[in-house]
């Protein structure tokens, strides 16, 4: 996810996406576990799209209450 697609998004929106990432991280992480994780670069990116996504949301919060 790019961070121009990030910061178009509403805050209701984050959220969602922040939860969808989040539940993506813990299946991956079980998959891992487990030994059947194949795509290990999707460890990664996901993580970098959280991180993203809770830049752009704090900076949202930030510019609401200037």
């Known amino acids: ?27 991956l992480r079980f998959q891992k ?9 999707r460890v990664r990116q996901i993580r970098r799209d959280i991180a993203r996504i809770q830049t752009t949301a704090r900076a949202q919060r930030a510019a609401e209450n200037k």
Do not use: H, I, P, Y
Request: charged share 35%.
């Open 33 to 41: 576990a487990t030994g059947q994780l194949e795509n290990t670069a």
């Open 1 to 27: 996810m790019k961070a121009s697609d990030v910061r178009q998004l509403t805050a209701d929106q984050l959220t969602e996406e922040l939860e969808k990432l989040k539940k993506e991280q813990f299946n």
